[in-house]
């Protein structure tokens, strides 16, 4: 379980708190990667302005598996276990992020080209992968999470607003003898959201879900069930409004409640569509 090994980890008395350090943080067990680690970090937390801007560039690519031409790094990014991250050209990481490969069997996180982060966006490994395509955007202060072999995939042009969710798991809670974190988690194999797709702010997507191509997934929204492509859903939990396209889309999931009125600001429906950038 992800989060008892996280905690035994930390505590384990076994080994010295420097080699506790490097397996959790610097993820290298290595002196020599250590001392960079902690000489380039020092240095690119210390300095101000545009210097710690230009030698952010530069150095924190030494410390990655990958980096791309014209990366930028913003002041207080965190990189754990940066030996597992990739990143492609032109790529932004806004002030605050936390970009966390954790993990002993696991890949990591991949950034392809043109990717945004917005301020304080998160990227958490917990022993999975989050693989991201070409030219996305992450609204600020959005988490995604990969735990447990889950891989969190986002294909190429996908938005995602501020304050949304992706990922995590759930745990079984079958029996009423132990605690719900004693029982293990409920791993459904990740999240992965298909090309152009548009996640509103503070959207929650949950483990298992597939996100079609050029979907809305509406602010608030809730998805525990995967969505068809160029469908617009909204909700708790999230229901299928109705189709970009011509034809109509069944809904998954039948309510009682009155239709939603939703429009894509169009000339003919004057509407806008219930989700922030």
Not at 51 to 72: D, E, T
Not at 83 to 91: D, E, P, Q, T, W
Not at 173 to 191: V, Y
Request: positive net charge; glycine residues 12%; aromatic residues 6%.
């Amino acid at each position: 379980m992800a989060r008892e090994k996280m905690h035994s980890q930390i505590t384990d008395e076994s080994q010295s708190a420097f080699r506790r350090y490097q397996r959790l943080i610097v993820g290298s067990t290595r002196l020599g990667y250590t001392l960079k680690y902690e000489l380039i970090v020092a240095i690119g937390s210390l300095a101000p302005g545009a210097l710690g801007l230009w030698l952010r560039q530069k150095l924190y690519r030494r410390l990655l598996m990958r980096a791309g031409r014209g990366v930028f790094f913003g002041a207080g990014v965190t990189l754990r276990h940066p030996c597992k991250v990739a990143v492609g050209n032109h790529v932004v990481v806004a002030d605050g992020c936390l970009l966390d490969a954790r993990g002993d069997s696991n890949r990591g996180i991949r950034l392809g080209d043109n990717v945004i982060l917005g301020d304080r966006a998160t990227l958490r490994c917990k022993d999975g992968d989050i693989v991201i395509g070409n030219n996305v955007g992450i609204g600020l202060n959005s988490s995604l999470s990969a735990v447990g072999g889950n891989v969190l995939e986002l294909a190429d042009e996908v938005m995602i607003g501020p304050y949304a969710y992706l990922g995590g798991a759930s745990y079984h809670h079958d029996r009423l003898d132990i605690p719900i974190s004693h029982q293990g988690q409920d791993l459904k194999g990740g999240i992965k959201v298909g090309y152009g797709a548009w996640i509103g702010a503070r959207a929650v997507i949950m483990d298992g879900v597939t996100i079609g191509r050029d979907a809305i997934v509406a602010t608030n929204a809730v998805v525990n069930k995967d969505v068809p492509d160029y469908a617009i859903v909204a909700g708790v939990p999230a229901r299928v409004l109705r189709t970009r396209r011509a034809e109509p889309v069944q809904a998954e999931v039948e309510s009682p409640d009155p239709p939603i009125r939703l429009g894509c600001g169009g000339p003919s429906d004057p509407m806008p569509v219930l989700v922030q950038e």
